[in-house]
């Protein structure tokens, strides 16, 4: 299918500000208020961004706000009320901590979870799909939540960085061991990338999935079902957007691309920096971009390598 500039922006940057929304309310409760309002704005700002980017792929941007409308059936309406939801959940528990309530905590633990929950809804818009067998599979939503949480995690220990670089005095580390820092550091970067290998495993398998000429014309018992004209003279909406195809040679080598920028470069520089990566402002931006970098090549090829049943009727 062809890759969309806005749909690859809005599902990398969207999934890394929820990722954020995430691993601050889980662990914001620990956090200076300072840290809690830095970090909290900065996945209020991804995720809004994503979300912004969302509606520049409509046909009809004005009509966005139909999308609130249809939730009992549609995935794509879940995600459109529960993404601001998290939002608004997470704007609550930075004002809680900032005035210092009581609540602060219970409002963290809650917007932690809803935030994952946002990231599923936008995952199931895929996944629901059958007649694209590659990402008609609960491995896509574990896909999705992977980088989200991954992701996540690096800007949260990016924006750590700058809170101590801007305010020394409450810029203190994430309330974790240093020990369980570096492991998550080092591996979650690889971890979602593993995820993302088994998937890659499967959509190779998968094809089309059951679907076939043969099956949809009922013919396959006397032989092989073949076309005997061309359906168009040209080109038209389906082929250019259901039939984009990336050569597998290309597609072979962005996948390598992706796992080093996006895996091993963020390890190395969080092994690299020790105990300290969250103190340390440039290696941690560094090894957030490059693992959003790397996410934001798989999810162009999550696109670019899926193959939609109407093209059999183009072969």
């Known amino acids: 299918m062809h890759p969309a500039l806005s749909i690859i922006l809005f599902t990398t940057l969207s999934g890394a500000g929820f990722g954020l929304c995430f691993w601050v309310g889980l662990l914001g409760s620990g956090l200076h208020a300072y840290q809690v309002a830095l970090t909290g704005f900065a996945s209020i700002g991804l995720a809004s961004a994503g979300l912004l980017c969302s509606v520049f792929h409509l046909r009809r941007p004005s009509r966005a706000w139909r999308a609130f409308s249809q939730w009992r ?3 794509l309406s879940r995600e459109a009320l529960i993404a ?10 930075v004002a809680a901590t900032a005035l210092e309530h009581s609540a602060a905590a219970t409002l963290g633990w809650i917007a932690a979870p809803v935030a994952l929950l946002a990231v599923f809804a936008t995952s199931m818009i895929y996944t629901q799909l059958k ?6 599979t609960m491995r896509t939503p574990l896909l999705f939540l992977a980088y989200a949480i991954s992701s996540g995690f690096y800007f949260m220990l990016a924006m750590l960085g700058l809170a101590k670089l801007t305010m020394p005095q409450h810029g203190g580390g994430p309330v974790v061991p240093d020990g369980l820092l570096v492991f998550l550091a080092t ?11 088994l998937w890659w495993r499967r959509r190779d398998a998968v094809g089309f999935g059951k679907s076939s000429a043969e099956s949809a014309t009922g013919l396959g018992n006397p032989g092989s079902v073949r076309m005997l004209e061309p359906p168009h003279t040209g080109a038209n909406y389906l082929t250019s957007e259901m039939g984009y195809v990336v050569a597998r040679r290309h597609a072979a080598k962005l996948r390598w691309i992706s796992a080093i920028v996006g895996a091993a470069v963020p390890a190395i520089l969080c092994l690299w920096a020790g105990i300290s990566i969250a103190g340390q402002p440039a290696l941690s931006w ?4 490059a693992h959003l970098l790397g996410a934001g090549i798989a999810r162009w090829l999550f696109f670019a390598e899926a193959r939609h049943t109407v093209m059999l009727y183009y072969q």
């Open 73 to 75: 059936s549609s995935w």
């Open 84 to 93: 601001p939801a998290s939002l608004a959940m997470l704007a609550a528990f």
């Open 131 to 136: 007649a694209v067998a590659a990402w008609h």
């Open 187 to 197: 591996t979650l970067a690889p971890a979602a990338f593993l995820v993302q290998y």
């Open 286 to 289: 560094l090894a957030a971009i």
